[in-house]
């Protein structure tokens, strides 16, 4: 008796710890695996748990601590949840109905998520209204909501994944959102452009259009020079242009983007060609008839028998020395009219009568000793 009551007794504990979970708090853990790729459906990422080192009787998993994403008893060792990409994801093990091992956190890496499965592109339907182009994309998650915006500020329209987007065909950029949560989305550029239709920017001038088909001829025309300047070049990329070297000159559209420059380099400036002015003398003369402004002059007065040089009168200038008979003056900007002015020699070589008789005498013999005189004038005794 007293054996089958400690049987009974262990049978009851067993029961017992059976019944009441052991594991609530398990001290083991681990960390589970996280990742997605082309073959997952739109929106998801899958989550493994082999690290857990057993095969769990049920997985349950977590985001954000305490919000059940799926419970599952697949018995294989991963599953597929909704991506979430703010919140960290948890999962729990269970051994049986009540044990479990809680793993560590794990958060989506949001800039390696995020892809567009298909580049947003403009395409060209049969039932697309006139002036428009459908707006075609794909992503690899579900979004919240999508947004377009027009030159990077005006909000052009919302829309649900799915929905038709139809905007007007446009050279400038939109922009589509595609919202993943709560003011959290991803972006991405595009131009309204139909199919083998490129855009074509000229910096410093216009083109004949904005827009192009391959094969199309379109003209390039550079704006005026600014002050200075003149054309120089256009420098030209995803085309080959007839003439660079020429400020109006065509090219033929390729299939791709072409982008334009027209450039300018100074002016060729051509020095000014100086004046030259007139020098006019009287009774003697200049260096040089003409000169420009700045030019240094000398001035020199003749030789008149029986005359006695005075001093130079000069207008248009102003000479150094007045009364030397060769000086200098710096032209100005004017004609300049010089006279050299004179007065009567009084020497005897000059007098008449009885002074002339005597000099002739006096002048015979300082000839016949070698004593050649000058006369104040300048004339020879």
């Keep these: 008796m007293k054996t089958k009551k400690i049987l009974s007794l262990v049978l009851c504990l067993l029961m017992l710890f059976s019944i009441v979970p052991l594991s609530a708090n398990a001290a083991s853990s681990f960390t589970p695996t996280l990742g997605y790729d082309y073959e997952c459906t739109p929106g998801t990422v899958v989550i493994g748990w082999s690290g857990c080192g057993f095969k769990p009787y049920k997985v349950r998993i977590y985001s954000n601590g305490s919000n059940l994403l799926k419970e599952t008893t697949n018995s294989l060792p991963f599953a597929e949840v909704r ?38 592109k403009a ?26 915006i027009k030159d990077h500020q005006y909000e052009y329209g919302s829309y649900k994944y799915g929905d038709r987007i139809s905007v007007p065909v446009s050279d400038e950029p939109y922009t589509i959102r595609v919202a993943y949560g709560n003011n959290a989305y991803i972006s991405y550029d595009f131009y309204a452009l139909p199919d083998n239709t490129y855009l074509i920017s000229v910096t410093n001038g216009t083109a004949s259009k904005t827009t192009a088909s391959e094969g199309e001829k379109i003209t390039l025309t550079a704006n005026a020079a600014p002050t200075g300047k003149v054309f120089d070049k256009w420098v030209v990329t995803g085309a080959t242009v007839a003439d660079a070297t020429k400020a109006t000159t065509t090219f033929t559209m390729p299939a791709a983007n072409v982008t334009a420059k027209a450039t300018y380099k100074d002016k060729a400036v051509t020095p000014p060609v100086a004046t030259e002015y007139t020098i006019t003398v009287t009774s003697g003369t200049a260096s040089v008839n003409k000169a420009v402004a700045g030019t240094s002059i000398t001035l020199t007065a003749e030789q008149i028998d029986g005359k006695v040089f005075s001093h130079w009168e000069v207008n248009g200038a102003t000479v150094s020395d007045a009364n ?42 300082q000839k016949l000793f070698g004593q050649n005189k000058v006369c104040e004038c300048g004339a020879k005794h």
Excluded: Q
């Design 83 to 120: 991506a979430i990409p703010i919140y960290p994801y948890t999962v729990r093990a269970y051994k049986n109905e009540y044990d479990y091992i809680e793993s560590e956190e794990v958060v989506l890496n949001v800039d390696e998520f995020f892809y567009f499965t298909k580049t947003p």
């Design 123 to 148: 395409v060209v339907k049969s039932d697309t209204p006139a002036g428009y182009v459908d707006v075609e994309f794909g992503v690899s998650f579900n979004p919240v909501g999508i947004t377009i």
């Design 324 to 365: 030397a008979k060769e000086t200098t003056f710096t032209m100005g900007n004017a004609d300049v009219t010089a006279e050299a002015i004179y007065d009567d020699c009084e020497c005897n070589c000059h007098a008449g009568g009885i002074k002339a008789f005597f000099f002739k005498i006096i002048n015979f013999f």
